[in-house]
């Protein structure tokens, strides 16, 4: 069974950086496609960014292109989540998901492992 814990949100000023973490369970993590997904009040589970398993390669939402980097330590388990120049519109739960899969995906019906989450407030 593989558990992912998130952590490193909270409330920051517009302008600011803030790094998420994903710590997952078993030694099978290396293999597996690792993505971001956020929900703001009132609005739907969207994508933000992915990586695929064994580090071979990104995917980003435009909203958030030049902005945030995904990276992965398969050493430790954990998948992360820069955030650069947070602004308000980045407010949302943050999820952490996995699928037993190397190859990527920005479709969130595909993934089979979620997180509970971690807030991310960006105030002006």
């Known amino acids: 069974q593989v558990q992912l814990v998130e952590s490193g949100g909270g409330l920051v000023q517009a302008g600011d950086s803030l790094r998420l973490s994903c710590a997952a369970s078993?030694?099978?993590?290396?293999?597996?496609?690792m993505a971001w997904f956020r929900q703001a009040p009132g609005k739907e589970r969207e994508f933000v960014a992915a990586?695929?398993?064994?580090?071979?390669?990104?995917r980003y939402a435009d909203s958030v292109k030049g902005r945030f980097t995904i990276s992965r330590d398969n050493a430790k388990n954990t998948v992360y989540l820069q955030m650069n120049s947070l602004t308000c519109e980045d407010t949302a739960v943050y999820y952490c998901?996995?699928?037993?899969?190397?190859?990527?995906?920005?479709?969130?019906?595909?993934?089979?492992?979620w997180g509970q989450g971690t807030q991310v407030t960006v105030s002006s």
């Open positions: 990586i695929a398993g064994w580090n071979s390669g990104t």
């Open positions: 078993g030694r099978t993590f290396s293999s597996y496609a």
């Open positions: 998901a996995a699928r037993s899969s190397m190859v990527v995906n920005f479709d969130a019906n595909v993934y089979n492992y």
